[in-house]
């Protein structure tokens, strides 16, 4: 983890909604929606003067708040808005995360629970791989150095022990990711709900709907 200036960055890990260094508001473009304008399927977080956070808003508001400056960024990754000051009478809905995880990118999305709209998506890209290839450097790095029968050195083969819920470092790294990321957005808006999806799909069973026990070893791979 690194900072720069007023944001705080994770290493390895990327945030498709928010590309480049600048913390320019892009413009969406949306799809269009009859006659009447443009929906909006990205907007901006923003919070008050107090940070409590308020229901977000369009990119094209947030413009206007930016220019008029009733409003300055806070941060910058996810581009966070706070007002100059409080609004403790406004209206705000309880949002709901959906987390999509995946083996290397997942989906996370905040939805109105009320209109149905996505009102925040990004993908996050995990470090999985990143955290195999260091350990596999600290393993090449531990067995190097036991076969040079260093004295004084006294046994360690048998006092490894896993505790209860012990998950490999890779997928940890992903659980932690996500739960990183739904902290993060519950601080910049009113999160009322999670959930998550969980899929399991078994493509042995879309040839031979029959397999049993060892059949799925005796087939081809």
């Known amino acids: 983890m690194y900072r720069e200036d007023d944001r705080q960055t994770y290493r390895g890990e990327e945030n498709s909604t928010c590309p480049g260094n600048r913390a320019a508001i892009p413009h969406y473009r949306g799809s ?107 393993w090449a790095a531990r067995r190097s150095r036991r076969s040079r029968h260093t004295r004084y050195r006294a046994a360690r083969f048998a006092n490894r ?16 990711h996500l739960l990183c990321w739904a902290r993060r957005l519950a601080r910049w808006c009113l999160v009322g709900a999670l959930s998550l999806e969980l899929v399991r799909f078994d493509v042995a069973l879309l040839q031979p709907p029959s397999l049993e026990e060892v059949d799925y070893q005796r087939g081809t791979l």
């Open 161 to 176: 022990r896993r505790p209860k819920g012990w998950l490999a470092p890779s997928l940890l790294s992903r659980v932690q």
């Open 32 to 138: 269009r929606k009859g006659k009447k304008g443009r929906e909006h399927m990205s907007r901006i977080l923003i919070v008050d003067q107090q940070r409590r956070p308020l229901m977000p808003t369009t990119p094209a508001r947030a413009r206007l708040l930016l220019k008029s400056r009733k409003a300055a960024i806070l941060r910058r990754f996810p581009l966070v808005l706070i007002l100059k000051e409080a609004s403790p009478e406004a209206v705000v809905e309880p949002l709901r995360v959906k987390l999509d995880p995946g083996s290397q990118t997942s989906g996370i999305a905040v939805v109105n629970e009320r209109s149905g709209k996505v009102v925040w998506a990004a993908e996050l890209t995990h470090r999985s791989q990143a955290v195999h290839e260091a350990l596999s450097k600290r």
